[in-house]
């Protein structure tokens, strides 16, 4: 039927983001940097080889299998017209499990900060599929999020573990801002990793014997060099992969092998590492069932529907408007500088 792409994010707005990190999370006691700008065009090369090429590293496929399995189930749960993915990058084989199974969708938006990903995946999906419409919008979904108008019960979805990479507070504010766009009959879908043996999660993050996740890790340090004029050298780190049993998450981090000091021309700003220092890159939070109920209740979501893989790794998570409101829930707004 028809593509449309909407912006609702400034031209400017990735490379302010990408400067604010930098500075905010380099001039921390802690120093630490959000994983989304592992992603360039290199980034994500790397990232499809690890789900690829890593036969350690099991959530992708484990997720793809389960929706295979049960796109159905969630096809009859919620009974969606519409279709809307953030963090959507080119349609996945994922995403067309989930828009083959929904038989009496109407629309589909993508939700990514890339423009060229979503024309690549409107044209591709408008052509496979003529009777869609595709509404692309140019929007970064952690921040105030405004939809287009689209056909109820609309089905919101983010896949790929993605919501373990945001810290809890993070999650909180994400979990009070959808709820905030959900009307009844609406249901938010969450893929999530799942809490198993520690020596499988760390394996799944340190592939010693390809050296990809290493790679992927350290793009951060080249994606900085390039768009801020900063001279780190790459393999003056090493790639860390760390279980934390407290927290429940694994984290990628990049050690100093020396001490040295960094300049980052375009922020006016030195920073110095000590040697065996650590730069948090990244953070995977894994999870159980009744904890994320939790989290999802103190938003004013239940979780409707819980849908493992057979092997218990990875679960599909569905959450709809509680009939009455959460108490002392978080407004939404930025987390920016909270890492």
Not at 35 to 54: C, M, N, Q
Not at 173 to 193: C, H, I, K, N, Q
Not at 269 to 276: E, R, T
Request: aromatic share 6%; hydrophobic share 45%; with cysteine.
């Amino acid at each position: 039927m028809t593509l449309t792409i909407t912006r609702t994010l400034p031209h400017d707005a990735t490379a302010a983001a990408l400067r604010d990190d930098v500075r905010c999370g380099l001039t921390r006691t802690v120093k630490s940097l959000p994983p989304k700008w592992f992603y360039d065009a290199h980034g994500s090369a790397l990232f499809e080889r690890i789900t690829t090429d890593v036969a350690a590293y099991y959530p992708t496929r484990a997720e793809r299998d389960l929706l295979a399995a049960r796109a159905g189930d969630i096809a009859a749960a919620t009974r969606a017209r519409t279709l809307i993915e953030l963090g959507s990058g080119a349609a996945s084989e994922k995403t067309r499990l989930l828009l083959g199974a929904l038989t009496d969708l109407h629309t589909y938006v993508p939700v990514d900060v890339s423009e060229s990903a979503l024309r690549e995946a409107g044209e591709a999906l408008t052509a496979e599929r003529p009777g869609l419409d595709v509404h692309g919008l140019i929007a970064d979904f952690t921040q105030h999020l405004a939809l287009p108008a689209a056909p109820g019960p609309r089905l919101v979805a983010l896949l790929g573990s993605t919501i373990g990479n945001l810290l809890p507070a993070e999650r909180t504010a994400f979990f009070t801002s959808m709820r905030a766009l959900l009307e009844p009959g609406d249901a938010l879908l969450l893929g999530v990793d799942l809490v198993k043996d520690p020596s499988v999660l760390v394996a799944a993050y340190d592939d010693r014997e390809t050296g990809i996740t290493s790679a992927f890790n350290k793009n951060v340090l080249t994606v900085i060099n390039r768009e801020l004029g900063a001279d780190f050298e790459p393999d003056a780190f090493e790639h860390v992969a760390l279980w934390d049993a407290e927290r429940e998450w694994i984290e990628m981090r990049l050690r100093s092998r020396t001490a040295q000091t960094v300049k980052i021309p375009a922020l006016d700003l030195l920073v110095d590492f000590a040697a065996g220092e650590d730069l948090r890159t990244e953070i995977s939070a894994k999870f159980r069932r009744p904890g994320l109920a939790v989290e999802l209740a103190r938003a004013g979501l239940d979780m409707a529907a819980w849908f493992t893989s057979p092997a218990q790794q990875v679960a599909m998570a569905l959450g709809v408007p509680a009939l009455s409101a959460p108490q002392g829930a978080y407004a939404p707004g930025t987390t920016a500088c909270i890492r």
